[in-house]
């Protein structure tokens, strides 16, 4: 299965993800602790810190080998026991054009 929306990044980039998870079924629901991991590993997911509120989770990612496809996952735990995941797709290309 391929992904709707595939992001990009430079290795040489580091960016900031988030993911509101009011619009993904949290409803009154907060959020309690939070995960990430990236695959491959080569991605950096480490500086600065993850990061999350009662209702976003927030990644920044460095590094990564151009031409490779990383699958980056966060998993979370909220206050009333629900465990959710949401995985998004990065393309890490050499450089972008405009």
């Not at 990430?36 to 460095?62: E, N, Q, R, Y």
Request: charge should be negative; hydrophobic fraction near 35%; include cysteine.
């Amino acid at each position: 299965m391929t992904p709707d929306i595939v992001l990009q990044q430079t290795p040489a980039e580091i960016l900031d993800y988030t993911i509101d998870w009011t619009t993904r079924g949290l409803g009154t629901d907060t959020i309690a602790t939070s995960a990430w991991t990236v695959f491959p590993t080569d991605m950096s997911a480490a500086t600065p810190a993850p990061s999350f509120t009662g209702t976003t989770t927030t990644v920044w990612l460095s590094e990564g080998t151009a031409g490779t496809y990383y699958a980056v996952t966060n998993t979370i735990t909220t206050a009333g026991g629900r465990e959710m995941q949401e995985t998004f797709v990065i393309n890490c290309v050499p450089q972008r054009f405009i």
